[in-house]
Structure formats: C-alpha cells, structure tokens
C-alpha cells in the first residue's frame, strides 16, 4: 500500500526555481543557525547542508557538500561530522526518515542542525481562509502546508535516534500594508502551495474578499497593517558517541541542590491518608 503523498514535487521544485527577492526570513534562520555554529567549540572538516536552495544556503560553511532534499538523500553513511537540514523539512513526505538519513550520514558525535517553518505560521491567514471557504462554500480546501508543532519535532529527533536532541522556535511578526504583498513574499521564498491535495482550481474571488475582510477585523494593528506570524523551528542533536555526557543515575547525587542554591531545606510534611470505605 502507498502511502499518501503530502506535497507535489513537481509543482514544490517550479516554485523554489521562480524564487526570487524577498528572503527575509532565510537570512533569519541562516543567523540564527550560525549563532548556534558559534556555540559549539569545534570545527567541522566533512560538513554537508541539506536544502532546496543550493544557491542561498550553498556557502554558509566552508567546504559543504550540498544536496537536494529528495526522498532519499545523497549522502554517504558516516561521511561528515556536521549536516544541516536548511528551510526544507516542513515539505517532507517523511520527516523523520530525513533525520533518519541526516544521523545516519553523521559520524559519532557528529552535529546535526535543522530549521524549519513551525505549526504556528501563518495561523491567521489560515483562519480566515478557513472561516471565508467554510461559509461561502461549505467546505474546506488545502490552501495552507500543515507544519509541525515544536513539541513534535522534538519527539522526531528521539525516534530518529539523536543524541542530546533540543527543539527551540523564533517567532517573527510582519506587518503588511496590503495582503496581497504576503502572496508576494511567499512566491518570492519559493513557499507557494504545492499540496499533493491542493485544489487546481483557483477560489473565487469572493472567498478572498471575504478572508481579506476577516483579517482586517481580526489580525490587523492600530495602523491598519495585516499581520502576519512566522515560526522557525531549530532542531539540534548528536549522532551517538561512547563519549558524550550522559545524565547520572537517580539517587547518585553528590551534593544537596538545597546547598547549591544558598538556602535551608525544608521537609515536607507527610501526606494526608484518606481512609478507605471497603
């Protein structure tokens, strides 16, 4: 049985080819990744950048080898100690297949870095699509790429067998004079809907008047301006390694956090025992 596809590929590689300008919130993550190179007191010889921007992400670390984020991903088992997933995952059929292959491709203790469009962006476009369509039309349409929540990425990274595995987001706000200036920067990030399950027909326009209304009414500033929310995702983990910290055993403890923290412990008291009624 095969299983359902969530994004065309076809129509997902004709959008990243007419991407054009306006890649603001990639130079967010780029920053953000890069502070989180900085922090990590190692350098990297074999490192390898996953992503459907070659050209963008291509130079973000010296020598990289850079591949396609396809099903399969060309990379060698246990040929680099640093592999970087860059603004792709969220238009996986498989996510964790990908980090699958991403810690496979790592030596031991070798460092994996993701980031990612989070579950929180654009939720009030989506909301008001939802709400324009349903009344209008009676139904829903895929409009909208469904992303992933921090909490389940996080879980992702465990399945995938990373070691240390940390998820954390930044949230970006954007104020736009008119909606149709966010279509604009969504074709320009090459982030057009590219849904197995899109409609190929395109909405009439009254559902977009409506939706344009609503948003208006609902997420729009003092100035008027239409408010739009973006979530990146950074994921972050280790290939295992005999040498890694590994948390102590319960109870192994050599000091009192009491101490540590410059104050007096306190026992609690014994707790109440309800009788029970046979």
Do not use: C
């Given at each position: 049985m095969?299983a359902p596809?969530?994004t065309d590929?076809?129509?997902l590689l004709?959008?990243?080819?007419?991407?054009r300008?306006?890649m603001?919130?990639?130079?967010?993550a780029?920053?953000e990744?890069?502070?989180?190179?900085?922090?990590?007191?190692r350098?990297?010889?074999?490192p390898a950048?996953v992503t459907?921007?070659?050209?963008?992400w291509?130079?973000?670390?010296p020598?990289a080898r850079?591949v396609?984020?396809?099903?399969?991903?060309?990379?060698d088992e246990?040929?680099h100690?640093?592999?970087?997933?860059?603004?792709?995952?969220?238009?996986?059929?498989?996510?964790?297949?990908?980090?699958?292959?991403?810690?496979?491709?790592?030596?031991?203790?070798?460092?994996f870095?993701g980031?990612?469009?989070g579950?929180q962006t654009?939720?009030?476009?989506r909301?008001?699509?939802?709400?324009?369509?349903?009344?209008?039309r009676?139904?829903?349409s895929?409009?909208?790429?469904p992303?992933a929540e921090?909490r389940?990425?996080?879980a992702?990274?465990?399945?995938?067998?990373?070691?240390?595995?940390?998820a954390?987001?930044?949230?970006?706000?954007?104020?736009?004079?008119?909606?149709?200036t966010?279509?604009?920067?969504?074709?320009?990030?090459g982030e057009?809907?590219a849904?197995a399950?899109?409609?190929?027909?395109?909405?009439p326009?009254?559902?977009?008047?409506?939706?344009?209304?609503?948003?208006?009414?609902?997420?729009?500033?003092a100035?008027?301006?239409y408010?739009?929310?973006?979530?990146l995702?950074?994921?972050?983990?280790?290939?295992p390694?005999d040498d890694?910290?590994?948390p102590?055993r319960p109870?192994?403890?050599?000091?009192?956090?009491?101490d540590?923290?410059?104050?007096d412990?306190v026992?609690l008291p014994?707790?109440?025992?309800?009788p029970?009624?046979?």
């Open positions: 095969t596809r969530l590929r076809a129509a004709r959008n990243r080819a007419r991407a300008g306006a603001f919130l990639h130079d967010l780029r920053e990744l890069q502070d989180r190179l900085t922090m990590v007191n350098s990297f010889t074999a950048i459907g921007f070659p050209a963008f291509g130079d973000m670390v020598n850079v396609a984020d396809e099903a399969v991903l060309d990379l246990g040929a100690d640093l592999v970087i997933h860059a603004m792709a995952l969220h238009w996986a059929d498989d996510p964790v297949g990908q980090l699958v292959q991403a810690r496979r491709a790592l030596q031991p203790d070798g460092l870095l980031a990612l469009f579950g654009l939720a009030e476009l909301a008001v699509l939802a709400q324009a369509e349903s009344e209008l009676g139904g829903l895929a409009r909208i790429l992303m921090i389940d990425l996080g992702l990274l465990q399945r995938a067998g990373f070691a240390l595995p940390v954390d987001s930044v949230r970006q706000s954007v104020a736009y004079r008119e909606l149709h966010l279509f604009s920067d969504l074709r320009a990030m057009r809907n849904l399950a899109r409609p190929r027909r395109g909405a326009r009254a559902v977009f008047d409506l939706a344009r209304a609503l948003y208006a009414d609902s997420f729009s500033n100035d008027g301006a408010m739009a929310g973006f979530e995702i950074f994921l972050s983990g280790w290939a390694a890694q910290p590994k102590l109870g192994s403890a050599k000091a009192r956090l009491a540590a923290l410059n104050t412990e026992t014994d707790p109440v025992k309800i029970r009624k046979d």
